[in-house]
DNA sequence: TTGAAAGCGTTACCAG
DNA sequence: CTGGTAACGCTTTCAA
């Protein structure tokens, strides 16, 4: 392998010019510019990224972490969208995406030693969920850049990215209410994702049933794992709450799959006997017929605005990179074939 | 930042006793040793991970190539279950996945440049599909590690793992046939996913006609792209064929999660009025209920064991290290609801 | 506009 | 069993 001394010898020049001609830097003689061009052409010549890292103090590499086993992350259509934002807005940059994941939740600190203690990641992008507080108090503590996806910890200001559950929620179940529906089952999030304090989904809709003056039917929710099982198996249960409901807002798409599947064998017809709301309005959802209304979380906008900020911090200096202000990102309603409202005649 | 002088300062030794130290190698006296270990916890030292790089000319970094488009990737479940299968043996290794895919398939290649001349990676897993033939000749000629997901070029004999396709389609016709179906339709690959001269899962199919002594239907065969929207509309056609198919045989698993779907609407109940069986068997396929049959594919495997193979081959010496000669990975039939046989009352 | 030489943090050859 | 010292390939200060 040609190194630069190499270059710098069948060019006639010194190292440090033929430096200069690979970082378009400074003011480097046309001849001579064209004389290094063409040793490099010659030796099929590339700079070792490796040494130059050693030199700058910088590898160019980001981490992506999620500290979650890799059966929760690589199933997950959500947590997959979110990893294409980042990897779209990383392809484009200088920066190579490395992703952590541990086979099993129980090994993150360990794979995240790994990529921090050797200092072999500029920065990291961080999936946030219970649990992941102190990571996200370590990478402060030794001032290592990160931005978070979801926030680490109930006051933190700084360097996340959140898609607001509450305001999706509200939207859904305004939305619910004003077609007419008064009985809704509401298929939420699983305490044990959530991280402590936060808001979830379910208490934007409570917002919605206050402003709409109604009382919240707090039995009719269920937790869910986000899960397409999840959705198929809860069915029976929501069906069965007296008075039977009339529509069912499922805080992920996913379980709305399953919750259709499940309708379905019923003899169910998800829009005509019973209306159906999925939370995240996936690809997968988009491209099924008929269309399943949902609140679309911007959940590729999530990964690749992690990225994009993550990458701005990389370029400023130290001390002010740390405080970049935390950003929410706002939900919108699709509305599809499976909302149009309760039955009248089956009341 | 504590370097291995400091350490070896407060130890009170040189720095390469530190070095022996740190990779538990040579005989060190335990007293020294102690020592050692204990200036490194005083000082939360942490060998830089680049600098060992530049000095042992190896990144511990594994590059996973698709060249393919994100879109393809991150939304395809049959391209996450390799993906997960190589995240899981590499995380149990000392090597960081470095995962490469362009945001777009005609990014390709400057994507692959950017880690190989850069030489950060001392290895690549390449997924292979049609037009990959190229690259792989380079990281030939190039004299790079790597190992393919998939055969790169017909007559490659070495550095792969392959599901081997045609023994699936043998198998799930055979399986239909016995059942006493007749008039099976077939929803296979688009040929611009295969690499030239592959043999697709057809030719199995083909086989299993040709032994059972009848001809096989060459007009039942539509080509996918393996997503639920094709096999979604391609309900209709199928439908279409004279005779009637009594089974839909689909490459891909989200082709049939397509199909069953559009069959539901047509009020056709799979297993009962039609058959239908699958071509991967992913995870989200094992949790539905009622269950669809399936040719399980062993992608998981596929990724695990090319990671596998391709740190075998960074543990060995250059130049055997090339040739690991090629793996197949057989599929296996998995009977669920989805497949019962014609009905005879129907025909 | 160009170059000599030091240094980034390791490892490893060769002495002691 | 341990230590001085030269690499690894690049960047960069300072001087010419």
Not at 113 to 138: F, Q
Not at 156 to 181: C, D, I, M, W
Not at 250 to 268: I, K, N, Q
Request: aromatic share 8%; glycine share 8%; proline share 6%.
């Amino acid at each position: 392998m040609a190194t630069i001394y190499d270059v710098a010898a069948r060019a006639g020049v010194s190292p440090k010019t033929v430096s200069r001609v690979i970082n378009h830097c400074a003011t480097v003689k046309e001849e001579t510019r064209q004389r290094v061009l063409d040793a490099i052409r010659a030796l099929d010549y590339h700079p070792n990224a490796v040494a130059k890292s050693l030199k700058q103090q910088k590898t160019f590499n980001i981490g992506y972490v999620i500290p979650y086993g890799s059966d929760f992350v690589f199933r997950d259509p959500a947590q997959l969208e979110q990893i294409k934002g980042a990897n779209d807005v990383l392809a484009a940059s200088d920066y190579n995406l490395i992703l952590s994941v541990p086979k099993s939740g129980r090994d993150a600190l360990r794979e995240v030693d790994s990529l921090l203690k050797h200092k072999n990641v500029d920065g990291l992008i961080l999936y946030a969920m219970a649990g992941v507080e102190p990571l996200a108090r370590e990478f402060e503590a030794k001032g290592l850049k990160y931005v978070s996806l979801g926030k680490c910890y109930p006051e933190q200001k700084y360097n996340f990215v959140e898609v607001e559950a509450p305001s999706g929620g509200y939207l859904g179940t305004r939305f619910l209410l004003n077609l007419g529906h008064r009985e809704i089952a509401f298929l939420g999030e699983a305490p044990q994702f959530l991280e402590p304090d936060k808001e979830s989904m379910i208490s934007g809709c409570i917002r919605a049933y206050q402003e709409a003056g109604l009382e919240f039917p707090a039995q009719g929710v269920l937790p869910g794992d986000y899960s397409v099982e999840c959705g198929y198996y809860a069915v029976e249960r929501l069906l069965a709450k007296q008075p039977a409901p009339t529509a069912i807002f499922c805080a992920s798409d996913p379980m709305a799959w399953g919750v259709l599947r499940a309708l379905r064998e019923r003899g169910l017809v998800p829009g005509k006997d019973i209306d159906v709301l999925g939370g995240d309005d996936l690809p997968l959802t988009q491209s099924l017929e008929p269309g399943l209304s949902a609140i679309h979380s911007k959940l590729y906008e999530l990964g690749s605005l992690g990225a994009g900020i993550l990458l701005e911090c990389l370029r400023m200096e130290d001390e002010a990179a740390r405080e970049i202000p935390g950003r929410y990102l706002q939900s919108e309603l699709v509305v599809r074939q499976s909302t149009n409202g309760p039955t009248r005649d089956r009341a």
